[in-house]
């Protein structure tokens, strides 16, 4: 029987523990876990809402940002005109294409 020398296992071990992480993470990837994907173009895509859904969707939308008031103002504005808005608290904006793409005149995005 031949004796293994101790400073093989360790590494050996770290290895196998890298190994069993990718493994997990491309099989969470293929699965399309790991990350919020909205492709549900009926719940939160362009015409989604009613005009009367704009304010609880708003407060949602706004509801962590310092600047409550400025944002209100500007969701319910693009909602009412898109009736949608993005899920989540920022970003996720590529769901509803109107209010993505409305800017300001100096080419800023109007809807937060």
């Given at each position: 029987?031949?004796?293994?020398?101790?400073?093989?296992?360790?590494?050996?071990?770290?290895?196998?523990?890298?190994?069993?992480?990718?493994?997990?993470?491309?099989?969470?990837?293929?699965?399309?876990?790991?990350?919020?994907?909205?492709?549900?173009?009926?719940?939160?895509?362009?015409?989604?809402?009613?005009?009367?859904?704009?304010p609880s969707k708003c407060t949602t939308r706004c509801s962590r940002t310092q600047y409550h008031k400025p944002c209100m103002f500007f969701c319910q504005k693009c909602c009412n005109k898109c009736l949608c808005v993005p899920p989540g608290y920022y970003g996720n904006k590529a769901v509803c294409p109107c209010y993505n793409n409305w800017k300001t005149k100096r080419g800023g995005p109007k809807c937060p």
């Open positions: 029987m031949v004796a293994k020398p101790k400073f093989l296992i360790a590494p050996l071990l770290i290895l196998a523990l890298i190994a069993i992480s990718m493994l997990q993470t491309l099989v969470m990837a293929s699965h399309g876990h790991g990350g919020h994907h909205y492709n549900d173009q009926s719940k939160y895509g362009p015409g989604s809402l009613k005009s009367y859904q704009c």
